[in-house]
Nanobody
């Protein structure tokens, strides 16, 4: 059974930083995945990809995240991180951790709320 549990969301002032964590169980972080990453969904908007790590180690960022957010993982702790700096009000959303174990199977966490005050 795959489980993803996010943490680290909260309220921060514009320009501040947050570090999101996603602890996974039932997945081999060392290689049992196609990609893993962070997505977000703001009210009234579609869920969008923010940052991803692929099985080969490559990373991918949305244009809005480039230069401000950094995705990383700790294989020993089966944990995925998203360091978010220089936060803007537009970054406010529910952030979801996701792992694709195959090209047809993607798992999602329950989400963590990020609120950015101006």
């Amino acid at each position: 059974q795959v489980q993803l549990v996010e943490s680290g969301g909260g309220l921060v002032q514009a320009g501040g930083s947050l570090r999101l964590s996603c602890t996974a169980s039932g997945i081999n972080f060392g290689g049992g995945f196609v990609d893993m990453g962070w997505y977000r969904q703001a009210p009234g908007k579609q869920r969008e990809s923010v940052a991803r790590i692929f099985s080969g180690g490559q990373t991918s960022y949305s244009d809005s995240a480039k230069g401000r957010f950094t995705i990383s993982r700790d294989n020993a702790r089966n944990t995925l991180f998203l360091q978010m700096n220089s936060l803007k009000p537009d970054d406010a959303a529910v952030y979801y951790c996701s792992v694709a174990t195959t090209i047809l199977r993607r798992y999602w966490g329950q989400g963590t709320q990020v609120t950015v005050s101006s």
